[in-house]
């Protein structure tokens, strides 16, 4: 009577509890989910199929990605996702390991265990000393890194946090509640690419960046993994914030074992503000207004960052447009597109190069960034 009892009760508890049933679907030995299972557990309607897309559509909420695509946009901000969107018998699937590691802080940062509030950022201006970083003809990027870090700063200090600025070589002293966020500027092999992207740091088991394939370093367990959840929430944070302040395109919240964020205790983020050899981009770094914008973004994504996990907002600029429920945590990007097909929240300067940009694209394919 009892061996038979608690099965049942278990087989109960779990039916009536089904918004956290997933149906676990196994592709290439690894783990995934219905796009289905995930829209029932955040409570947002069904998923709409059209051929290869598909798109939740919840309140102030949306998701979007492609059969193949290894990248999905919540809000529309874009996600490169540690796995590719799969397909099996019409079902599309996401990795579990991309659930758990980026769409359950992204969706409910305030549920991430033990993460400290935050009083202090350590601020990194990228390279320094004899290593310049990129190089364009306006500029080195330890320059203008070094140069957003002090405006950041200033800023933050205004705003009550403390502040420690560091160089990537630099040894530092692991700080209670603080978070970490490296700037550095990109450089291209054509000179062709042009945007902002921001990196956290590659979980265990998944390949970083561009690459498909494992190596034997993607699964070693590092210090830095510790704080997964956070490190794609404070991504989060800082990059849509800079995609607001900066108006440039968007290259997405990359992973990466840079070391710089890989063997630190705190969560940590590497934002690349834009391209030192981009004709545009290069111009706006070279400028005070941008390095503005770059320094405002670093307080806002930091706030945001804050309020996102205490589930409370503090800090909110006016020109954010967000509808979602946690507004703090899932900014809503929804571009604006005119009528030439540029978004209009660019920057202006990067609207009117924009179709040249295009054209060139269009010629050859787009230039892969160094780790610069
Ligand atoms: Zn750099």
Known sequence: MFRLAIPLLVFLLAITNSPAAWQVIMVEGRRHVPVEDVSRFYQLPKPTKNGRFFEILGKGRKMRGEIGKREIFINNVKYVLCFPIRERNGSILISAMDVT????????????????????????????GHDSGAKGSRGIEKEAALDVVLRAKRL???????????RSRDVFIQFPNAIFVSVHFNKSL?????????????????????EENFSYSDLKQHPGHARDPENIALA???????????????RGIKRARFVVIRDIKIPGVLLEGGFMNHPVDGRLIASSQFRDAFARAILEGVSRYRSALSGRRDYQEPS?????????SVPDLTPAVSATGVPSSLNEAVQRAAEEIKKKAAEKPSPTPNAN
Request: charged share 20%; glycine share 10%.
């Open 101 to 128: 590691k980026i769409i359950e802080p992204v969706m409910r940062p305030s549920l991430i265990k033990n993460a400290a509030p935050i009083r202090t950022v350590i601020l990194d201006a990228g390279h320094g």
């Open 156 to 166: 933050l200090e205004q705003n009550g946090y403390t502040v420690h600025t560091t």
């Open 190 to 210: 054509g000179g062709g690419a042009s945007g902002i992207e921001t990196f956290a740091l590659a979980p265990r088991g998944v390949p970083s960046m561009d």
């Open 236 to 250: 989060t944070a800082l990059h849509s914030s800079m995609l607001r302040q900066m108006r440039l395109y968007d």
């Open 320 to 328: 954010a447009v967000a509808s979602a429920t946690d507004k703090s």
